[in-house]
C-alpha cells in the first residue's frame, strides 16, 4: 500500500482508510478460522469401551460445532498404565485443560475424576458447558 497517490503527493487519508479496511478484512478471516480448545469431560472408567465410544462421539460433535476437542481420557490409556499412572494422567489431564478455553461436560452422570475436572476448571475460570448424552446443551445446574 502506497501513502502517495497517483499524482505522486503524500495521501495520508486514503493511506489509512485503505489500511484500516485491510486490517478489518484480516481480522474477519482470523475470526473465521478460530477454533477454542474444548476439554471434553466425560466418564471413562466402569465400562470403558462403551465410555470411550462415548467419548470420541462427543469429541466428533465438538468438530462439528467449530471447536477442537480435547479427550485426555482417549488419549492416555493408549500409553499410560491406568492402574499405576492414574494420577500422573489426572495432573497431565489438568495441564491440558488449562489449555482449554472451555469445557464440556457430557451426560447425567458425573464421576469422581469428571467432578475434579470440573472443579479445576471453575477455579481456573474456564467456561463450562453442559450436554446429555444426546449432544443437547442444558443449562448448568
Known sequence: MDKFNSEGYIDLTAYEALLKI?????????????RPLVYICSPYSGNIEFNANSARIYSRFAVAKGAIPLAPHLLFPQFMS???????????GTVLLGKCKEIWVFGEYVSDGMKREIAKAEKMGKIIRYFTEELEEVPCS
Do not use: G
Not at 485491510?22 to 478460530?34: G, L, S
Not at 491406568?82 to 497431565?92: G, I, K, Y
Open 82 to 92: 491406568e492402574e499405576h499412572e492414574r494420577s500422573l494422567a489426572l495432573f497431565m
Open 22 to 34: 485491510e486490517q478489518e478484512e484480516r481480522a474477519a478471516r482470523k475470526a473465521a478460522n478460530f
